[in-house]
């Protein structure tokens, strides 16, 4: 789950998405709890991954498994 604020900000910038869009579209009022999951800072709630896959059509595992990248993500090295 080392990799998950990597996920999140691809999948953001590829819908091009600010923060604030993004907290809005998952309805949060402030982007701060965004910002800091994005920079690793803090870890998401199991409810922050499931409104995130439903919005962006993704699974949980490709959010929260390290192996797995989101669709359009650059292969991790050694792939």
Do not use: C
Not at 17 to 28: H, P, V
Request: hydrophobic share 40%; charged share 30%; aromatic share 8%.
């Amino acid at each position: 789950m080392q990799r998950f604020g990597e996920k999140l900000r691809t999948l953001r910038k590829r819908h091009a998405m600010t923060i604030t869009e993004l907290a809005l579209a998952l309805g949060y009022t402030a982007n701060s709890y965004i910002s800091e999951i994005e920079t690793g800072k803090k870890k998401p709630t199991t409810e922050f991954v499931f409104k995130v896959a439903r919005l962006f059509n993704v699974t949980t595992d490709q959010l929260l498994d390290d192996e797995l990248d989101v669709p359009g993500m650059a292969p991790t090295a050694g792939e």
